[in-house]
T-cell receptor, first 114, second 110 residues
Framework: GAGVSQSPSNKVTEKGKDVELRCDPISGHTALYWYRQSLGQGLEFLIYFQGNSAPDKSGLPSDRFSAERTGGSVSTLTIQRTQQEDSAVYLC????????????FGPGTRLLVL | RKEVEQDPGPFNVPEGATVAFNCTYSNSASQSFFWYRQDCRKEPKLLMSVYSSGNEDGRFTAQLNRASQYISLLIRDSKLSDSATYLCVVRYSSASKIIFGSGTRLSIRP
């Protein structure tokens, strides 16, 4: 079946602009995670959605970052007023119920802020 | 101190060799443990879960030592295709509290 998809695959933007990154999880997966990975680094947790529960936003680095998940499926990560340090690969993962075992990752969005 | 620590490597070993690396975690409340594999410029993929009794999947063996708070991954008869970064993953009591290590780079040479 279809895996997790993310768009765009690459995004180049100018400092100060807003960007939106999209994640389509695997159908039926109730849990959705966003991570950020800088070059040569591990994954940094950003936000977690589980069903209709309030999201865990504890990993968002600043109030310029926000995310939503509509209808329990597609999720959008928005970065406002981008900075050069926001440049990274943004990875989305989804998990089937109960939501914490195997995570299936999308291919990521490579964001470059000039 | 990082919550999950791994030797970044790189480990450079000949094909056919056995290689092992560890991952230490700082929070004794950790509940679940995993090894993920990440190829260059690709997304992480689950390699195997790590169970308390230890588990084996073909050439791969994972062990958990709760007393010393580390997990290990052993790869026997290494193949060129095993070259990748291996990520240690620890989950705490809440589903969202999942910590990834920075990864150990493994390079298998012919």
């Amino acid at each position: 079946g279809a895996g997790v998809s993310q768009s765009p695959s690459n995004k180049v933007t100018e400092k100060g602009k807003d960007v939106e990154l999209r994640c389509d999880p695997i159908s039926g997966h109730t849990a959705l995670y966003w991570y950020r990975q800088s070059l040569g680094q591990g994954l940094e947790f950003l936000i977690y959605f589980q069903g209709n529960s309030a999201p865990d936003k504890s990993g968002l680095p600043s109030d310029r970052f926000s995310a939503e998940r509509t209808g329990g499926s597609v999720s959008t990560l928005t970065i406002q007023r981008t900075q050069q340090e926001d440049s990274a690969v943004y990875l989305c993962a989804s998990s089937p119920p109960p939501g914490w075992e195997t995570q299936y990752f999308g291919p990521g969005t490579r964001l470059l802020v000039l | 101190r990082k919550e999950v620590e791994q030797d970044p490597g790189p480990f450079n070993v000949p094909e056919g060799a056995t290689v092992a690396f560890n991952c230490t975690y700082s929070n004794s409340a950790s509940q679940s443990f995993f090894w993920y594999r990440q190829d260059c410029r690709k997304e992480p993929k689950l390699l195997m879960s790590v169970y308390s009794s230890g588990n084996e999947d073909g050439r791969f063996t994972a062990q958990l030592n709760r007393a010393s708070q580390y997990i290990s991954l052993l790869i026997r008869d290494s193949k060129l295709s095993d070259s990748a970064t291996y990520l240690c993953v620890v989950r705490y009591s809440s589903a969202s509290k999942i910590i990834f290590g920075s990864g150990t780079r493994l390079s298998i040479r012919p």
